[in-house]
């Protein structure tokens, strides 16, 4: 009879950073000693609050686009986007996801300088007495 063995584990089991988020739990999240973690909220699937280093939290929803390619979309800081509203905006990117849209090209698009919307000035357009962070140079 051949020799069975258990299949090995994680060394940290996946579920361990699964959890319903509420107003305690996000207070009781300690920031990790390096990099960031992530931690899912099971009432919503794919919102995660990434916990820095430095103790910067922020809301991210994950989805798979068309092309079945994992992305992340970036919904705001906390407690300035409460867990409400993240939970609210999650759903929201979902569907647009469902209904075939991309909600990261789009906030792309709506960033880039040829949309119109967020346009980028130019140096030229400045003058020159803003330049230089509001110094005057004058040459003699």
Avoid: C
Wanted: aromatic residues 4%; without cysteine; hydrophobic residues 40%.
């Amino acid at each position: 009879m051949p020799d069975i063995r258990s299949f090995p584990q994680p060394a940290v089991a996946r579920h361990a950073k699964r959890r319903i988020l509420n107003a305690a739990t996000l207070k009781a999240l300690k920031p990790p000693p390096a990099g960031s973690v992530d931690f899912f909220d099971d009432a919503t699937p794919g919102l995660s609050l990434r916990v820095t280093a430095n103790d910067v939290r922020t809301w991210t929803v994950f989805y798979r686009d068309k092309n079945a390619r994992q992305k992340r979309l970036t919904l705001g800081r906390y407690p300035a986007v409460a867990l409400a509203d993240a939970r609210e905006l999650a759903r929201d990117a979902q569907l647009k996801v469902a209904k075939g849209g991309d909600p990261v090209a789009d906030k792309r698009a709506a960033r880039s300088p040829t949309s119109g919307a967020g346009q980028r000035t130019s140096a030229s357009s400045i003058p020159a007495s803003r330049r230089n962070g509001g110094i005057v140079l004058q040459l003699n």
